[in-house]
């Protein structure tokens, strides 16, 4: 899984960086005029701590998160 940003230009999103692979599936989330989000400080230090283990490599792949969700339940 990767994150990108990305500017919507002539109607079509264009993604900063190195190239998506052709024919990816992509997730788009979007604010609407000056909508932000507020986490508290643990929230936080969980996301920077999941962002660095991404950027790591150190991260499921869609079937094993899936597989691994279902055996949870």
Do not use: W
């Amino acid at each position: 899984m990767k994150v990108a940003i990305g500017k919507v230009v002539a109607g079509q999103v264009v993604v900063e960086g190195a190239p998506l692979e052709e024919g990816s599936s992509v997730t788009i989330i979007a604010p609407e005029g000056d909508e932000t989000f507020e986490i508290n400080g643990d929230a936080e230090a969980a996301l920077l701590l999941a962002i660095d283990e991404a950027e790591r490599g150190e991260v499921l792949d869609g079937k094993q998160f899936l597989s691994d969700l279902a055996s949870h339940e």
